[in-house]
């Protein structure tokens, strides 16, 4: 099992977009695949349509006492072979209990651990704040992706996650592999071309040398939850993005930390 944190500092620049169309591409080329929202606002679950009257079992329940386990939350979606474990919105209460509560930072580890024979690979869909669920998901992952939306502001929250990335490294003492996806990419503005520009140059090799363009097709989230496959740029491109990601696998291909300081 390979575990992917999707993570950003910053919200609105294509999180939840970028983990269900990665989840779906590997799901739909023989992967099994477990999807985990973590963020309280639930956009994923949203997507899949998954009913919040009463509210679902979900990532929650790995923080408190029920003992749930990973495959007990796991939910079948319209995909075959991709599974969700849904957010709650009591996730937002656990970023303030979390500090004072010893060992709340490994809970999602300890839960991956139990099902690594079971899935092939597991997508966390993180909250933008850095709390509690984020630090558990960098400390759990096997690598970060960090959709990035070119645009000059979305580069500052880019270097604070990457910032954050380099702190969890340090306390899990293991490398934490790190990919930047641009996203939201519009070619006919001065500003989208530059950030682009300036990503590649920053961060070089670690940057998916394309970006996921805005595709009006994207907006509709639950379309991407369903059996049928969606069609379009947008789609296509993150397929593409799939394929680099495999190509460049931590485990076989870690790519140089070049130019970080820049
Ligand atoms: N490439 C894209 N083109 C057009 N709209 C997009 C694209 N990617 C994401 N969106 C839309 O932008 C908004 C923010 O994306 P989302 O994936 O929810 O970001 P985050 O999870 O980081 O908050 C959503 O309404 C989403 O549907
Ligand atoms: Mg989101």
Same mark, same amino acid.
């Given at each position: ?200 140059? #920053?961060?070089?090799? #670690? ?25 379009? #740029? ?29």
């Amino acid at each position: 099992m390979r575990a992917w944190a999707i993570a950003n500092q910053k919200g609105g620049v294509g999180k939840t977009t970028t983990s269900l169309c990665l989840a779906r591409g590997l799901a739909t080329t023989g992967h099994r695949v477990l999807l985990l929202d973590l963020d309280p606002h639930a956009s994923l679950t949203r997507a899949f349509e998954v009913p919040s009257d009463p509210p679902p079992a979900g990532t929650h329940d790995l923080f408190n006492n029920s003992n749930s386990t990973l495959l007990e939350l796991a939910r079948y979606t319209q995909i075959p072979d991709l599974q969700l474990v849904a957010a709650q919105p009591a996730l937002a209460t656990l970023e303030r209990r979390g500090a004072s509560q010893p060992g709340l930072g490994l809970a999602l580890g300890r839960a991956l651990h139990g099902v690594r024979e079971l899935y092939d690979y597991v997508l966390m869909d993180c909250p933008p704040t850095l709390g509690l669920l984020m630090v558990n998901a960098l400390a759990a992952a096997d690598r970060l992706v960090v959709p990035t939306q070119t645009d000059p502001l979305a580069l500052h929250g880019l270097s604070d996650m990457l910032r954050t990335a380099e702190m969890v490294e340090r306390s899990r003492r293991r490398p934490l592999p790190r990919h930047v996806l641009p996203t939201l990419f519009d070619r006919r503005t001065r500003s989208g071309v530059q950030s682009l520009d300036l990503l590649q140059d #920053r961060y070089g090799d #670690r940057v998916w040398p394309h970006a996921v363009p805005m595709d009006t097709r994207l907006r509709d989230a639950a379309s991407l939850t369903r059996a049928e496959p969606p069609d379009g #740029r947008g789609v296509d491109a993150y397929r593409r993005a799939l394929k680099w990601l495999m190509t460049h696998e931590p485990d076989g291909n870690d790519v140089t930390h070049k130019r970080e300081a820049a």
